[in-house]
């Protein structure tokens, strides 16, 4: 396959099990070049284990994952220069400030010390950081802490985002400066798969959905064709929830 035609991120047979029970089972996804990739699926369903898979953080028990056609696993140094990743419940240097965080990243990755000190100037002021320059992230908010952690997702300039629940508990003004840079990166040739289990705001950013239950992969497609005429949260119900869903949808003591 030429070069420029590679998928952004290939997901082939990923399996993991927790004891007795199988967390993702021998899924398969493919996340075209260029797209703005929704991954959708319940709480539990397996997406977040899957995406920690897909980008090395987490050792599958089979499958492969690949990278613009780098594998994860035995070409990891390539195919994680080639990623920025927002993992969910992401773990950071508590006693760092943001620009700290950023320089520590940058420099543990190799970036030139000059590079890292411009590109952490552009995103602080992008994510409108710049005027907690003092602040600790201990003392961040959710917010912040979601900006911060993708400022080092974005710090090396990679061609593939991998965002695990980067709205969740973020106040409306944070997710609009969110929504604009991860728009501005796909129009800037960039690839993006973000993890959610909000319907809307997957039919709002991205062109394809991949639907995840019970550690399989559903339904997979451009966005429109997974949908058909119904909402995504329709179809997604129909898809996965139909036959847990109380049929009258009502608690007996609250009924008049």
Known sequence: MPHDMQPALEIAGLTKRFGDKVAVDAIDLVVPQGSFYGLVGQNGAGKTTTLSMAVGLLRPDGGSARIFGADVWTDSNNAKALVGVLPDGLAMPERLTGREVLTYLGLLRGMRKEVVAQRADELLAVLELDNAERTLVVEYSTGMRKKIGLATALLHAPRLLVLDEPFEAVDPVSAATIKTILRGFVAAGGSIVLS?????????????????????????????????ANTLEETFVQLVGGERTNSKGELSWLSR
Do not use: F, I, T, W
């Open 196 to 228: 959610s289990h909000v319907m809307a705001l997957v039919e709002q950013l991205c062109d394809n959905v991949g639907v995840v239950d019970n550690g399989k992969v559903v339904a997979a497609g451009p966005l429109d064709a997974v949908r058909g």
